[in-house]
C-alpha cells in the first residue's frame, strides 16, 4: 500500500484517470472496510477539493454515517428521504445540480449546493452504503463524475463483499 497519492492531469478527466489506478493500490491487501472507506475520502476532496465527501452505511434499515471529510454531517438518514435515501431506494446514482430544487432535500449543510450520490452494492446486488459528494458551487458534477465515482465505488463492493 502506498501512502502518497499522485494525481496527474488539470482536467477533472484526467485526474480521475490517474486516481483510480492509485486507489485500487492504496486499498489492495487492506481488508479494513472503515480504513479503506477513511482513506478514499481523504483522498477524493485532496484531490478534488469538493466540500464534503462521504460514505453512508446501511445498518437497520437506514443510511448511517460513515467515514467523511467535511463539515458536520447527518448521522441517519432513511430510506427515500434527500438524496442519499434516494440513490439508496432506487439503486441508481442521482446529481443535482441544484439540491434546494431537490424534493425532499436534507440540508446537513446551508453551504452544500450541488450533490452526487453513488450507491455501493455487495455481490448480490444489493445496496449496502453510498458515496455521497457535495459541493459549494452549484452544478459541480456530471457524466465524467458520473463513471468514476461509479468505478470507485465498484473498488468498495470488492471490499464489502470478502
Known amino acids: 500500500m502506498s501512502e502518497e497519492i499522485h ?3 488539470t ?20 481488508e479494513d472496510l472503515i480504513a479503506n ?18 460514505f453512508y452505511l446501511v445498518k437497520n434499515n437506514q443510511l448511517v454515517l460513515g467515514p467523511f471529510q467535511g463539515t458536520l ?11 442519499c435515501g434516494a440513490a439508496w431506494k432506487d439503486a441508481k446514482t442521482i446529481i443535482v445540480e441544484d439540491v434546494d430544487k431537490f424534493p425532499g432535500h436534507i440540508a ?32 459541480t458534477f456530471d ?4 463513471l468514476h465515482l461509479e468505478k470507485i465505488a465498484s473498488l468498495v463492493t470488492a471490499i464489502v463483499s470478502k
Do not use: M
Open 7 to 9: 494525481i496527474t492531469g
Open 11 to 30: 482536467s477533472k478527466e484526467e485526474k480521475y484517470i490517474s486516481l483510480l489506478p492509485q486507489l485500487k493500490a492504496l486499498v489492495e491487501g487492506e
Open 37 to 54: 472507506l477513511a482513506n478514499i475520502t481523504a483522498v477524493i476532496k485532496q484531490t478534488f477539493g469538493f466540500f464534503w465527501v462521504g
Open 73 to 83: 454531517a447527518c448521522t441517519r438518514i432513511a430510506l427515500g428521504k434527500g438524496v
Open 108 to 139: 446537513c449543510s446551508s453551504d452544500s449546493k450541488s450533490e452526487i450520490v453513488v450507491p455501493i452494492f455487495n455481490h448480490q446486488k444489493e445496496v449496502v452504503a453510498v458515496l455521497d459528494v457535495d459541493d459549494d458551487v452549484y452544478a
Open 143 to 146: 457524466e465524467t463524475d458520473k
